[in-house]
């Protein structure tokens, strides 16, 4: 079964700045093409969590484990596309068409001295077509508006034919319509592709039906596993903040 | 205009200038979209050093200043990874730093003389042919070395960290990054001094990312506008006997200014 071996594992995961704790004692497992939403407060450590998965910050304890390996000797790194908090903030004199960014989901790939294959350019008009970004192609990024933005940044993340796509709050400065479309696409990606997302946002209420689990995070981690339960979910962390997670620990002692 | 070609001297320096142009523009762009801008100052004081030590010990000015600059890189890059240490103030103190342990070496071993003045401000008079075939061969490889990672090193130049999480290996190629500008910003001291290659290396980029166009436009451009600046400015400064390296400068100076000018909005 497919279920059975989580692509992402995280064990009893810390993380400490001098001294002061910043996240505590995270475990939890995602399976392959599952969609889970993390929700929480500002501050509360969604960013740091996902990169800690993504091994740019290092836990002060605790294990993580992707694709069934150890972080450390996890290598394979095209299988997760990331799109970071700050994305769509692109430097607009930055010196790059939509096609130049979107090449550079390719580059790991790449042997050094090898210019793109035909598979490359392949599975770059792949990634635009799918986010609707074809026709923006020779359009410098920074001209783009928030919304194209945003989809090239998905863009580039699936140029590598990601099985796992970790997106963080990318929809700031983004308008409402494009914002549907883009929770649209993603359903999407998830439904047809199988696809794996994990998406940090604010917005929890539009996509409750898409999501499979819905993860609060603040210091601490409470996980919702009934997609029915998950607005009832949310509305008890929001009420209960940090002490949702006394919640939690209250379930498993039963 | 043919006329300054029948002299030996002017050939070298125009093999060594146009060879200097192409390093220090593609080498550039990657240093300017990465904001290391002040590095290639930094470095040009510590390959002052190289200088300094050669000429005291008798060995070639060029060879040690491209040692002394590596290693400089080495430091800096080492202090940005491991202690996270890379403000202004680092670099600002390794540039301070290094100018004075050239100046008390030169004057310590009694060499303080023009050929250290030539080095600040470069000199073309002073191009030997073995100095074109330390250029021409150290800068072959850097070049090499740019066009081989050159997709990687863009990548990092947008994104370190999502170039990181993608398989990029970041840290290796920031190392030979700045192993390369350390080696092209020695060579360059030669001709155009080490006091003026940063502007050399970091205004002809700025001035083509005025027109906002794709990233191997970008690079042709800025290859274009330093090539012409080199040119024009070794030119100029054989017909009206000015210094060469603060000629050049000038070049592109202006170069900035009108595309600034054209790319006004
Ligand atoms: N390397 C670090 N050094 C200092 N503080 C950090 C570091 N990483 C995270 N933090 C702190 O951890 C807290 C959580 O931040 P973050 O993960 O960005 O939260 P969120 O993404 O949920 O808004 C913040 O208070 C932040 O200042
Ligand atoms: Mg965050």
């Known amino acids: ?34 969609y889970i ?86 599975f770059v008009q792949d990634a635009m077509l799918k986010m609707d970004v074809l026709d923006l192609s020779d359009k410098m990024i920074g001209t783009l508006s928030g919304g194209q933005r945003q989809r090239v940044m998905i863009a580039r993340a699936l140029a590598s034919k990601p099985e796992i796509l970790i997106l963080d709050e990318p929809n ?74 006394s919640l939690h620990v209250h379930k498993h002692e039963h | 205009m043919l006329e300054m070609f029948s002299y030996d001297f002017m050939q070298r320096a125009f093999v060594a200038g146009i060879i200097i142009a192409v390093l220090a523009s593609v080498s550039g762009t990657f ?73 008390i070496i030169v004057s310590l071993g009694g060499a303080f003389n023009n050929s250290l003045f030539s080095y600040l401000f470069g000199s073309i008079l002073s191009v030997s042919s073995e100095d074109v075939i330390t250029i021409a061969a150290f800068g072959t490889v850097a070049l090499g070395i740019l066009l081989i990672f050159s997709k990687e090193l863009y990548f990092i130049a947008y994104d370190e960290e999502v170039a990181k999480t993608s398989g990029v290996k970041v ?9 390369v500008v350390a080696i092209i910003i020695a060579l360059s001291i030669r001709v155009v001094g080490s006091l003026l290659i940063g502007a050399l290396m970091v205004i002809p980029t700025i001035s083509a990312l005025q027109f906002r166009v794709g990233f191997l436009k970008t690079v042709l451009i800025s290859l274009v506008f330093a090539l012409v600046s080199v040119f024009a400015g070794m030119t100029l400064s054989f017909y009206f006997s000015l210094p060469s390296g603060a000629t050049i400068v000038l070049c592109v100076l202006f170069i900035f200014i009108v595309s600034l000018i054209a790319n006004k909005r």
């Not at chain 1, 994990?198 to 601490?220: C, E, M, P, S």
């Not at chain 2, 390959?47 to 000015?61: E, I």
């Not at chain 2, 080492?78 to 103190?93: G, H, P, Q």
């Open chain 2, 31 to 103: 240093v300017v979209l990465r904001r290391y801008s002040m590095i290639s100052e930094t470095l040009a004081h510590s390959a002052l050093v190289g200088v300094a030590v050669g000429l005291v010990a008798g060995l070639n000015p060029l060879w040690m200043a491209v040692v002394v600059a590596i290693l400089s890189a080495w430091l800096i890059e080492y202090l940005r990874s491991e202690f996270s240490l890379y403000s202004d103030a680092v670099l600002a103190i390794l540039l301070s730093g290094s100018l004075a342990i050239a100046v």
């Open chain 1, 37 to 122: 939403a993390i929700i929480g407060p500002n501050g509360g450590g969604k960013t740091t969590l996902i990169r800690m998965l993504l091994g740019l910050d290092k836990p002060t304890s605790g294990e993580i484990k992707i694709f069934g390996k150890k972080l450390e000797d996890f290598k394979k790194w095209y299988k997760i596309g990331y799109v970071p908090q700050r994305a769509s903030h692109v430097d607009s004199s930055f010196p790059a068409t939509v096609l130049d960014i979107v090449k550079m989901g390719r580059t790991s790939q790449r042997g050094y001295l090898s210019s793109f294959s035909e598979e490359d350019k392949q």
């Open chain 1, 1 to 34: 079964m497919k279920f059975t071996v989580p692509i992402l594992d995280v064990k009893d995961l810390n993380f400490e700045v001098k001294g002061q704790s910043i996240l505590s004692n995270i475990s939890f497992e995602i399976f392959s093409s599952e």
């Open chain 2, 171 to 179: 840290k290796l190629l920031n190392f030979l990054l700045v192993s």
């Open chain 1, 172 to 245: 700031t400065g983004v308008d409402m319509v494009s914002q549907k479309r883009f929770y649209a696409l993603l359903k999407q990606l998830n439904r047809d592709d199988g696809i794996t997302i994990v998406f940090i946002t604010h917005d929890i209420g539009v996509i409750a039906d898409d999501i499979a689990r819905l993860f609060t995070i603040n210091q601490k981690a409470i996980i919702c596993n009934d997609p029915k339960q998950t607005l009832s979910c949310q509305e008890m962390s929001e009420l209960y903040g940090i002490d949702a997670h």
